[in-house]
């Protein structure tokens, strides 16, 4: 005899374990990123200063190679 799986409701299908999100591995595509200290603030500050996005692309494309120096 074939046995049809019980058909299970979406609060059961919540409570089973084997159901759980695992979210996907952040790749690293270039070292720089681990060993820069970006200053989160900093950004903020420029965006408050700049705000015509054009500017703002500049100064922050300004830090960024700043960074890299």
Not at 13 to 41: A, H, L
């Amino acid at each position: 005899m074939d046995e049809q799986p019980k058909e299970r409701t979406m609060n059961e299908i919540r409570q089973v374990k084997d159901n759980v999100y695992t979210p996907p591995k952040r790749k690293v595509i270039n070292d720089f990123y681990r060993k820069v200290s970006f200053d989160c603030q900093y950004v903020v500050d420029l965006i408050k200063e700049f705000p015509n996005e054009t500017e703002l692309g500049k100064e922050i494309i300004k830090y960024y190679n700043s960074l890299k120096g």
